[in-house]
């Protein structure tokens, strides 16, 4: 039931972070008619853009990492026996983790400082923390999928699509014959 909601949540946000995404390439476009067609241009569209693929990208990576869509060097993992094998997946856990709480840690910082300093975009006026925030929402967001999916894992409970599911010992060792 919680699987299913978070992987709705992802789909949400996916669908949400596509349609950013395409607003930033039709205020691109946009700005590059007004500029060669009409000599004028948006003086705030490259900022704005500039924010939406950070968002895109920092947010965007934790539905890879519950997709089970980004790289990874699973030569190794997959040639040892299981045991082995959900060990190496909770050092890679672990590691992401630590490094995305230290991601966190200094991202919120300094978005907390940029809103103390009231500091906002030079074009736009949009203010700093907002975009600074993202690598933060991001990274947090990372660090669940990366706990989420480590703990599934070690429980015999996971898939490739992101989605946990339960699997028992039958259809286990039908899949390893």
Avoid at 133 to 155: H, P
Wanted: some cysteine.
């Amino acid at each position: 039931m919680f699987e299913r909601s978070i992987g709705a949540a992802m789909a949400v946000l996916q669908k949400a972070l596509g349609i950013t995404l395409i607003a930033a390439v039709l205020l691109n476009f946009a700005n590059v008619v007004g500029r060669y067609g009409f000599g004028y241009s948006i003086l705030w569209a490259d900022e704005v853009e500039m924010f939406i693929l950070v968002l895109v990208t920092f947010v965007g990576a934790a539905i890879v990492g519950w997709q089970r869509q980004h790289l990874a060097m699973d030569v190794l993992r997959n040639r040892f026996p299981p045991p082995m094998a959900a060990l190496v997946t909770v050092i890679e856990a672990a590691t992401l983790v630590a490094i995305a709480v230290l991601v966190c840690i200094h991202s919120f910082s300094y978005a907390q400082q940029m809103l103390m300093l009231g500091r906002t975009s030079d074009n736009a006026g949009i203010p700093m923390w907002i975009p600074h925030s993202f690598v933060a929402i991001g990274f947090t967001l990372l660090a669940f999928v990366a706990i989420w999916q480590a703990v599934a894992r070690l429980l015999g409970r996971h898939s490739n699509t992101g989605r946990v599911e339960v699997r028992n010992d039958a259809a286990t060792s039908a899949e390893r014959d």
